[in-house]
């Protein structure tokens, strides 16, 4: 069931139940964050590893300091510029976060999303909610409602519906390794954008176990056909004996059919490129097709977080 009404979405976390949750990055899978059982449902319910930690999402930078031992400075001069917004950043929790959320880690991935209906459920409960991505683990992120409730519909109390997301990509996630700022996850929030308020940072690539933040994992979003990144025109003559389609830029392909061309922006839009992103993705991986030929975007601003889950969708 799914609509927006924040009383019931309330209740449902309350109980102890899961809710889809709009933010302006993809909807999240929102339980109380304070609930082990609300927080192992999470897991379960995903079928997402217990050592991938999750996001805890509050209504202000206030909220946030219950649950964490400190605000470096340089994280407190992130949090004043992009909360609400698609920035996360691991700091180090204080004991009222359960194990479970961190994954054992001493630190805890927090944020404030940007998303009216979010905040005012946000503010109307005394709890943080964790919220990894509303999917099955592994697949494409929902950016719309009815994503969440064709996935997991039968499975969740409610899904607060806000319509498509802004953003389209995850957050960015920013952690503080020894005292230096890194980022741990590219997302809405580019390098750029970060580096003109806090100077240069480190950036890490994913990891395959044990990730130090939430989505570091190597293989992830995958459409559920094989994907192949590359130049397109050379990748559509060395595969002309299958069914293909492409997952473009701005460019289309008279060898390919319509039908089976998708372009991120015609116009060569990072940010509708983003908001388009996970949309098409789902999209592709329901035609009957062999392969999904992609190519990489320009690696500026949104788009090393885009050219991030497109080398993760296409991961072996």
Not at 184 to 210: F, N, T
Not at 218 to 227: L, Q, R, T, V
Request: some cysteine; hydrophobic content about 40%; glycine content about 8%.
């Amino acid at each position: 069931m799914k609509g927006k009404d924040i009383q019931y979405a309330k209740a449902c976390l309350e109980r102890g139940e899961l809710v889809g949750l709009p933010t302006e990055t993809v909807y999240g899978l929102a339980g109380n964050a304070l609930n082990p059982k609300a927080v192992a449902s999470i897991f379960e319910t995903k079928k997402r590893p217990a050592f991938d930690p999750l996001i805890v999402h509050c209504d202000s930078i206030e909220k946030v300091k219950d649950y964490v031992q400190e605000i470096p400075a340089e994280a407190m001069l992130l949090a004043e510029k992009f909360w609400p917004g698609p920035l996360t950043m691991v700091l180090p929790r204080k004991p009222i976060i359960h194990d479970l959320v961190t994954s054992g880690l001493d630190t805890v991935a927090v944020r404030v999303p940007n998303h009216p209906l979010s905040l005012a459920l946000l503010k109307e409960i005394d709890f943080p909610v964790a919220a990894p991505s509303a999917n099955l683990f592994g697949f494409v992120s929902p950016t719309t409602a009815e994503h969440v409730e064709s996935g997991l519909g039968d499975k969740i109390g409610y899904v607060l519906d806000g319509g498509a997301c802004s953003v389209g990509i995850e957050s960015t996630i920013v952690g503080f390794i020894q005292g230096k700022p890194t980022v741990l996850r590219k997302g809405g929030i580019s390098i750029e954008q970060i580096e003109a308020v806090i100077g240069p940072v480190e950036v890490k690539s994913h990891s395959s176990s044990q990730p130090e933040a939430p989505g570091m994992l190597k293989k992830h979003y995958s459409p559920g056909i094989e994907m192949i990144i590359g130049d397109i025109v050379e990748n559509i003559a060395k595969y002309k004996d299958l069914k293909v389609a492409t997952l473009s830029f701005k460019d289309t392909f008279e060898e390919i059919p319509n039908d089976l061309q998708f372009v991120l922006s015609s116009n060569g839009n990072l940010d509708e490129a983003a908001q388009n992103l996970f949309k098409m993705l789902r999209e592709l991986g329901e035609l009957d097709i062999d392969l999904i030929l992609a190519e990489l975007l320009p690696e500026e601003g949104l788009g090393v977080g885009i050219n991030d889950r497109l080398r993760r969708a296409a991961a072996k």
